[in-house]
């Protein structure tokens, strides 16, 4: 049978698939599927934040504006993000750090990693020069299974199942390394990238055909060649899928570009939709986001029009994260000098594609986004940085405050003399040490929340500046986050960590 049309595969699905909580209606269909595969958790637990590679978080919020720069990293490369701890790809490494400000938890030896790592259950799985299990706690390796090939793919994580791919083979394995099964397609080699998980089944591609097969076994579900009028697919960025639909892009050959993303049932492998993009993009429930060739939009589910466009001079975007009000993307902008007057950066859009807020490092072309609540990370092959919101940040910066204060007013209370070391505090007579306190603690540190000229060795605020902004020190693993420098220290230093990252502790604010 032909394909189907725009309008009847809406009829046949009752047009609920689509993107947006900016964008549309919200619970319904996530609270569906909540048991499903591709859905995705609270965390960015792999390469565009869940197993199907969608970046749809319709109950996840991102900064308020105004924003500013929390902590910057200075080594870069994809990230995932889980419960409390950044987990970064770098020079063939895992860098584990403090979500709440930078600090290094640990850093593993060079496994020879590359891409995005998928973390879950305790564990980080990476590939590269083979497929490696870390331990999420210290980042000693668990275990390592070379595959014969070229560089293993970045594996994705789904119902206990590692599933990863590597020349023309996609293998899958349990948690313990133990092979579970592995599918090879014959004569071609499939896409050396992720494979995407939904619907109980995962999927990949190769240049002429999708693969379906079953995530428990294996075995196929389907198999299905590419559109008649379409020469090959596009096998650049990683194909999307969520409980239903299965999207891939691919280009006619006239140009160097893909032309059309094609939507494929998830059942059955029958082809269905198509939209402009040359990326498979952002699929949700009534809008879909993708990249026509350089620039950004959003097509109404329904009448297949361009809905949403971003109010912004672009000479290229990344592929769109889409929460509950915002959509963010990095921008390669075109500048004056090329008929432009935008800046490169971190972007967040509302629903009418106007600019909620940017943040524009003078020394970054653009940067890809990772949305967890409250906070957007921007990355690139250089740098790794945290948005939030600044009320956010204040708030911090006033409980630490009050955490120092009683700290000091125990110290004092437990001196045995304190009101001696208040007589000497105000002559300052006698030298900074005082009965009871730490020699480097003072009221004014107190009420400051640290300053960036204090004891580094007695606060841990210099191991939260050296980790947040990747000073060469210390490479030892530390296990784990520790006390000192994950919360105290990182937090006595939040605000000397932002003043480095934005230059002046700029904050960026609604446009004009």
Same mark, same amino acid.
């Given at each position: 049978?032909?394909?189907?049309?725009?309008?009847?595969?809406?009829?046949?699905?009752?047009?609920?698939?689509?993107?947006?909580?900016?964008?549309?209606?919200?619970?319904?269909?996530?609270?569906?599927?909540?048991?499903?595969?591709?859905? #995705?958790?609270?965390?960015?637990?792999?390469?565009?934040?869940? #197993?199907?590679?969608?970046?749809?978080?319709?109950?996840?919020?991102?900064?308020?504006?105004?924003?500013?720069?929390?902590?910057?990293?200075?080594?870069?490369?994809?990230?995932?993000?889980?419960?409390?701890?950044?987990?970064?790809?770098?020079?063939?490494?895992?860098?584990?750090?403090?979500?709440?400000?930078?600090?290094?938890?640990?850093?593993?030896?060079?496994?020879?990693?590359?891409?995005?790592?998928?973390?879950?259950?305790?564990?980080?799985?990476?590939?590269?020069?083979?497929?490696?299990?870390?331990?999420?706690?210290?980042?000693?390796?668990?275990?390592?299974? %070379?595959?014969? !090939?070229?560089?293993?793919?970045?594996?994705?994580?789904?119902?206990?199942?590692?599933?990863?791919?590597?020349?023309?083979?996609?293998?899958?394995?349990?948690?313990?390394?133990?092979?579970?099964?592995?599918?090879?397609?014959?004569?071609?080699?499939?896409?050396?990238?992720?494979?995407?998980?939904?619907?109980?089944?995962?999927?990949?591609?190769?240049?002429?055909?999708?693969?379906?097969?079953?995530?428990?076994? !294996?075995?196929?579900?389907?198999?299905?060649?590419?559109?008649?009028?379409?020469?090959?697919?596009?096998?650049?960025?990683?194909?999307?899928?969520?409980?239903?639909?299965?999207?891939?892009?691919?280009?006619?050959? %006239?140009?160097?570009?893909?032309?059309?993303?094609?939507?494929?049932?998830?059942?059955?492998?029958? %082809? !269905?939709?198509?939209?402009?993009?040359?990326?498979?993009?952002?699929?949700?429930?009534?809008?879909?986001?993708?990249?026509?060739?350089?620039?950004?939009?959003?097509?109404?589910?329904?009448?297949?029009?361009?809905?949403?466009?971003?109010?912004?001079?672009?000479?290229?975007?990344?592929?769109?994260?889409?929460?509950?009000?915002?959509?963010?993307?990095?921008?390669?902008?075109?500048?004056?000098?090329?008929?432009?007057?935008?800046?490169?950066?971190?972007?967040?859009?509302?629903?009418?594609?106007?600019?909620?807020?940017?943040?524009?490092?003078?020394?970054?072309?653009?940067?890809?986004?990772?949305?967890?609540?409250?906070?957007?990370?921007?990355?690139?092959?250089?740098?790794?940085?945290?948005?939030?919101?600044?009320?956010?940040?204040?708030?911090?910066?006033?409980?630490?405050?009050?955490?120092?204060?009683?700290?000091?007013?125990?110290?004092?209370?437990?001196?045995?003399?304190?009101?001696?070391?208040?007589?000497?505090?105000?002559?300052?007579?006698?030298?900074?040490?005082?009965?009871?306190?730490?020699?480097?603690?003072?009221?004014?540190?107190?009420?400051?929340?640290?300053?960036?000229?204090?004891?580094?060795?007695?606060?841990?605020?210099?191991?939260?500046?050296?980790?947040?902004?990747?000073?060469?020190?210390?490479?030892?693993?530390?296990?784990?986050?520790?006390?000192?420098?994950?919360?105290?220290?990182?937090?006595?230093?939040?605000?000397?960590?932002?003043?480095?990252?934005?230059?002046?502790?700029?904050?960026?604010?609604?446009?004009?």
């Amino acid at each position: 049978m032909p394909p189907l049309t725009r309008r009847r595969l809406l009829a046949a699905t009752g047009g609920t698939l689509a993107i947006g909580g900016v964008l549309g209606s919200s619970g319904s269909v996530a609270a569906d599927r909540s048991e499903s595969s591709a859905e #995705p958790g609270d965390d960015w637990s792999s390469r565009r934040g869940s #197993p199907g590679n969608n970046a749809y978080f319709p109950n996840r919020s991102g900064p308020e504006t105004p924003v500013a720069v929390a902590w910057e990293y200075d080594a870069g490369g994809p990230i995932a993000v889980q419960e409390g701890a950044v987990y970064l790809t770098t020079d063939g490494a895992i860098h584990a750090l403090d979500a709440t400000d930078g600090s290094v938890g640990w850093r593993s030896e060079d496994v020879g990693a590359s891409g995005t790592p998928a973390v879950a259950d305790g564990s980080v799985y990476v590939g590269g020069d083979a497929l490696v299990a870390l331990d999420a706690e210290d980042g000693t390796v668990r275990w390592e299974r %070379e595959l014969d !090939g070229d560089d293993v793919a970045p594996p994705n994580v789904a119902s206990g199942t590692i599933v990863t791919c590597v020349g023309a083979t996609v293998s899958a394995f349990d948690t313990d390394g133990e092979e579970q099964w592995a599918f090879e397609a014959e004569e071609e080699l499939l896409r050396a990238s992720e494979t995407a998980v939904a619907d109980g089944a995962v999927f990949a591609c190769s240049a002429s055909h999708v693969f379906a097969r079953e995530l428990e076994d !294996g075995s196929e579900r389907w198999t299905n060649e590419r559109p008649e009028d379409a020469e090959r697919f596009v096998l650049h960025d990683p194909i999307v899928a969520v409980d239903g639909f299965v999207a891939v892009a691919f280009d006619d050959g %006239e140009g160097p570009y893909a032309d059309d993303v094609v939507l494929y049932d998830t059942t059955t492998g029958e %082809e !269905g939709e198509r939209y402009g993009g040359a990326t498979p993009a952002t699929i949700g429930e009534d809008r879909v986001y993708t990249n026509p060739t350089y620039d950004a939009a959003g097509y109404d589910r329904e009448t297949g029009e361009t809905v949403w466009e971003p109010d912004q001079d672009i000479k290229h975007a990344q592929q769109p994260v889409v929460g509950a009000d915002r959509v963010y993307a990095g921008i390669n902008a075109l500048e004056e000098m090329s008929g432009g007057d935008g800046e490169h950066g971190l972007y967040a859009f509302d629903s009418a594609g106007d600019v909620a807020w940017s943040v524009t490092p003078d020394d970054v072309l653009e940067l890809n986004a990772t949305l967890v609540e409250g906070t957007v990370y921007g990355w690139d092959t250089d740098r790794l940085l945290a948005v939030r919101s600044e009320a956010d940040l204040g708030e911090r910066e006033d409980d630490e405050d009050d955490e120092t204060g009683e700290a000091d007013d125990e110290d004092d209370e437990t001196s045995g003399d304190g009101e001696a070391d208040d007589e000497e505090e105000n002559t300052e007579t006698e030298s900074e040490e005082t009965d009871g306190d730490e020699p480097t603690s003072t009221d004014d540190d107190a009420e400051d929340g640290g300053d960036e000229e204090q004891d580094d060795g007695e606060t841990g605020a210099d191991d939260t500046a050296e980790g947040a902004n990747g000073a060469d020190g210390d490479d030892e693993a530390v296990p784990g986050f520790t006390t000192g420098a994950g919360v105290a220290g990182g937090v006595l230093g939040l605000e000397w960590l932002r003043r480095r990252a934005n230059g002046d502790g700029e904050t960026f604010a609604d446009p004009d």
